[in-house]
């Protein structure tokens, strides 16, 4: 699970007091790191904790990374119970028909392998299982407008706006791209989102953008793609580029920026580069695309997926992304980047754009990549420094953004 605060792949949970009798007794395995399991999802009685599941998830909004909680236990005795029977005892707040379903879209498995709601469990069966969030309010339709680049059966590839959060949380119910999509499929084409993660409004999420960073995003339109695409991006087999204006002139043109994130030590939304235990690896590659007089065009590749990765890494290197006053960027005017220029704000949010996603189709199996152009203040901006300040363009090896097809205006 790649939650906020503890963005590792997924949540393996710990071993707990278990109140449970002898004869129905299992104990969980040890997580992958081998750390203590921060996320406390198990209560004192081995069962997934609703409270504790949905306040994971709450702690993923606008996080840049994908994300799915997961379970695995260890049986310690031979229980002889159906596979579907037994999860009804570990997550109580799930009905057996939903458990089922989560079983028949491959969302469980039984020693790695995929199950039956009737695979019967024995001593020493590893039960591992992605859940969606626990079950929640439902989503209004809303006419909030929609780039659409792709739709088909089993998903939509969307240009996501900025100041758009992807889904409803902590208590918001509207002005998201969920109430969008929603009124999409209602009004405008057929089908709807998945039913993964439907209960706690997060529908068809399988992976998220921050609220202010733009670009292409899929979102699932069946269940069985949902967990195909899920299984993807959290094996780190999906292919993304995301183009960045920068403050400074980067040099070399091209590196590894491989430091490790976490939370914050002193504020609360904020992420940090930190060497201790709370920290989790990760790695951005950048490559210079263009070079203007006190500013940066950049490539970036993700080799993983941590919350808010990309800004925190171009911080670091004392290059913050324009717009990003969270991490020392800073708005502009359109005269900061040429004097004669008029006071109008050229850029209010972190010039970040996902420029391109690659994955493999989740029901046709056949390689697809999707590409987004720069919205239009990314694009203004990129213009104006092109005009006034361009130094010099580079093909550093490695780069794969044509910047004909995300600047439709270029020259």
């Given at each position: 699970m790649k939650a906020k605060g503890?963005?590792?792949?997924?949540?393996s949970v710990m071993?707990?007091?278990?109140?449970?009798?002898?004869?129905?007794?299992?104990?969980?395995?040890?997580?992958?790191?081998?750390?203590?399991?921060?996320?406390?999802?198990?209560?004192?009685?081995?069962?997934?904790?609703?409270?504790?599941?949905?306040?994971?998830?709450?702690?993923?909004?606008?996080?840049?990374?994908?994300?799915q909680a997961r379970v695995r236990f260890v049986l310690a005795k031979d229980l002889q119970k159906r596979l579907d029977r037994y999860l009804v005892d570990r997550v109580p707040f799930l009905s057996r028909t939903s458990l089922q379903k989560l079983i028949g879209e491959d969302g469980v498995t039984v020693n790695g392998r995929r199950a039956k709601a009737s695979t019967r469990l024995r001593q020493g069966d590893v039960v591992e299982a992605t859940l969606?969030?626990?079950?929640?309010?439902?989503?209004?339709?809303?006419?909030?407008?929609?780039?659409?680049?792709?739709?088909?059966?089993?998903?939509?590839?969307?240009?996501?706006?900025?100041d758009i959060i992807v889904h409803p949380a902590r208590g918001n119910r509207s002005g998201t791209l969920i109430n969008a999509l929603s009124?999409?499929?209602?009004?405008?084409?057929?089908?709807?989102l998945s039913t993964v993660g439907e209960d706690n409004c997060?529908?068809?999420?399988?992976?998220?953008?921050?609220?202010?960073?733009?670009?292409?995003?899929?979102a699932a339109k069946s269940d069985t793609a949902h967990w195909r695409l899920g299984r993807q991006f959290e094996k780190r087999q999906t292919q993304k580029r995301y183009l960045a204006v920068v403050h400074g002139e980067m040099s070399p043109f091209a590196d590894r920026i491989e430091q490790p994130l976490g939370k914050h030590p002193t504020s609360r939304e904020k992420y940090a580069v930190r060497y201790d235990d709370l920290a989790k690896e990760a790695l951005t590659i950048y490559r210079v695309r263009e070079l203007y007089d006190g500013y940066t065009l950049v490539e970036l590749e993700l080799r993983t997926g941590r919350t808010h990765q990309i800004r925190v890494h171009l911080s670091y290197l004392g290059h913050p992304i324009v717009?990003?006053?969270m991490y020392g960027g800073r708005h502009l005017q359109e005269r900061d980047v040429e004097e004669s220029l008029g006071s109008k704000p050229l850029i209010i949010r972190q010039a970040l754009h996902a420029t391109t996603l690659g994955f493999t189709h989740p029901i046709e199996e056949?390689?697809?990549?999707?590409?987004?152009?720069?919205?239009?203040?990314?694009?203004?901006?990129?213009?104006?420094?092109?005009?006034?300040?361009?130094?010099?363009?580079?093909?550093a090896p490695g780069t794969t953004v044509d910047l004909n097809q995300v600047l439709p205006h270029d020259q």
């Open positions: 503890d963005p590792s792949p997924f949540v071993p707990s007091q278990d109140h449970t009798p002898d004869h129905d007794r299992e104990e969980t395995s040890v997580p992958h790191d081998g750390a203590e399991d921060p996320s406390g999802l198990l209560n004192g009685g081995g069962k997934v904790d609703r409270e504790s599941l949905d306040a994971l998830y709450n702690s993923c909004d606008e996080a840049d990374a994908e994300s969606p969030p626990p079950p929640s309010n439902s989503i209004p339709p809303e006419d909030i407008p929609i780039d659409v680049i792709h739709e088909d059966d089993s998903l939509i590839v969307i240009n996501k706006q900025p009124w999409h499929f209602q009004n405008k084409t057929s089908g709807g997060r529908p068809g999420v399988v992976h998220r953008l921050d609220r202010f960073t733009s670009g292409v995003m899929v717009g990003d006053d056949r390689p697809v990549s999707f590409t987004a152009p720069l919205r239009p203040d990314m694009m203004r901006l990129v213009e104006l420094l092109r005009t006034h300040r361009l130094k010099k363009r580079l093909e």
